[in-house]
T-cell receptor, first 116, second 116 residues
């Protein structure tokens, strides 16, 4: 139990286009979803926290108009990188908060975004 | 503000030997949770072990144990009988807010290499 499906696993997009990343909790309801960004060999940096049915809370320094987060249902949260640029190339990973194993935190498998 | 520090960017260990990965934290909360995750090159986050601030005994999970020294604010991970498959990035994390469901903040990570 407690699986989060994250898609796509890899995506390459052209500069200026938008990319949507989905995280779906398959067997539990995720009231809260955390979105992280990770550069190679670095830590996971929290970008935002989203709660179902309400606006996301962004960490300081994260552009909310660039990284759009939608948490419209208890099983689906999406992160859209708008007008992507090469500096947005990174590893993005979600973590869903729900009951059960791992003391409530279930991570998706991550999305490697490359902007060319 | 809460902070997690991992001072070992990289560590080497001989196969079958034990290794300790350091983690110190800073928080003013009385109630908090400490986590260790393994991140192989695939990027997935694998939960290893958890220690609650009120847990009197050190947590253990198979070959993993957590050396929790509350007064020193340290939560070192000990891996016994290292295996080649243990080569990965290891992250220490703390649950913020002192309650169930707070966001996780991560340390910088330690890259562990197991030598045959």
């Amino acid at each position: 139990g407690a699986v989060v499906s994250q898609h796509p696993s890899r995506v390459i997009c052209k500069s200026g286009t938008s990319v949507k990343i989905e995280c779906r909790s398959l067997d539990f309801q995720a009231t809260t979803m955390f979105w992280y960004r990770q550069f190679p060999k670095q830590s996971l940096m929290l970008m935002a926290t989203s709660n179902e049915g309400s606006k996301a809370t962004y960490e300081q320094g994260v552009e909310k108009d660039k990284f759009l987060i939608n948490h419209a249902s208890l099983t689906l949260s999406t992160l859209t990188v708008t007008s992507a640029h090469p500096e947005d190339s990174s590893f993005y990973i979600c973590s869903a908060l729900g009951q059960g194993k791992n003391y409530g935190y279930t991570f998706g498998s991550g999305t490697r975004l490359t902007v060319v | 503000a809460q902070k997690i520090t991992q001072t070992q960017p990289g560590m080497f260990v001989q196969e079958k030997e034990a290794v300790t990965l350091d983690c110190t934290y800073d928080t003013s909360d009385q109630s908090y949770g400490l986590f260790w995750y393994k991140q192989p090159s695939s990027g997935e986050m694998i939960f290893l072990i958890y220690q609650g601030s009120y847990d009197e005994q050190n947590a253990t999970e198979g070959r993993y144990s957590l050396n929790f020294q509350k007064a020193r604010k340290s939560a070192n991970l000990v891996i016994s009988a290292s295996q080649l498959g243990d080569s990965a990035m290891y992250f220490c994390a703390m649950r913020e807010g002192g309650n169930q469901g707070g966001k996780l903040i991560f340390g910088q990570g330690t890259e562990l290499s197991v030598k045959p």
